[in-house]
Each structure stands twice: as C-alpha cells, then as structure tokens.
C-alpha cells in the first residue's frame, strides 16, 4: 500500500470520528449555535455562536493563537454597529465574547479584531440573523 493510498483512507476516518465527537460534545456552541470561519492575513477565525437577537455568548478559536481578541457587529445597510465585546480566554484555548451583537433580523457583519505577534487585523464574516438562519 503506497503513501498515497494510505492517506485517502485515513482522511475518511479521520473526518468521520471528527463528527462524532463533535456529535458526543454538542458542537462548540451548544444547540442551535452556527459555526463560521474566516482568514485574514495574518490569523484563521472560528466562531461558534447562536445567531439570534439579545445577549449572547461567541466562542473564537483563533490559529495562531493571539494575545486579544474582541468582537463587534455591523448590518451595514442600515448603518448599525454594536459596542466591540472583548473575548477573553476561557481556559480551553478558546475565547468567549458575551453580549447582545444583534440588534435586529438581517444581514450582519461580524468583526473580530484579532491582537498578537503577528500584529493587528480585523476579520469579517458575514451571517444571517433571523427569518432562514
């Protein structure tokens, strides 16, 4: 058995007992939580995060891992942004954000503003709060 071959079997395992933890362990956000990612120059966010209206937890996993991180929303056709919510550690190698970021259903940007020794960026990733989440 070459290299190869061993790789495009182990993949499927692997991907496959990836579900299943995810499964046993209720996803990262608990029930009803959507997982987003995206990439900046610099870091790779991931969000797991009810998308509904009201106070709300936001669970980032940043690679590398930084020093800060903090959290903003921004529905910009209609000019609203909320307060930036710091994101400190939770002890497992993630940070949590608590606060309202949705004000109301629509389209939202979320920027995740990501500190560390690679430098400064802010990332966006666009969801959908509301009617069809």
């Known amino acids: ?5 061993r790789a495009y079997l182990a993949l499927p ?3 496959i007992a990836a579900g299943i933890l995810w499964l046993v362990r209720g996803g990262d956000g608990g029930p009803g939580a959507v997982e987003l990612a995206g990439r900046g120059a610099h870091y790779a966010v991931h969000l797991a995060l009810e998308p509904g209206t009201g106070p709300r937890d ?4 940043v690679e590398p891992r930084p020093a800060e991180v903090s959290v903003f929303a921004v529905m910009p056709h ?5 307060p930036e919510l710091a ?3 939770d002890g497992t190698g993630r940070f949590v954000a ?19 020794s690679r430098g400064t960026e802010v990332i966006t990733i666009k969801t959908l709060v509301g009617e069809g989440e």
Request: aromatic content about 6%; proline content about 5%.
């Open 1 to 5: 058995m070459t290299r190869r071959s």
């Open 78 to 82: 209609m000019g609203h942004t909320t």
């Open 87 to 89: 994101a400190p550690p």
């Open 58 to 61: 936001v669970r980032i996993r």
């Open 98 to 116: 608590r606060g309202e970021l949705f004000t109301m259903s629509g389209a939202w940007e979320l920027g995740i503003r990501v500190r560390g």
């Open 13 to 15: 395992v692997l991907l």
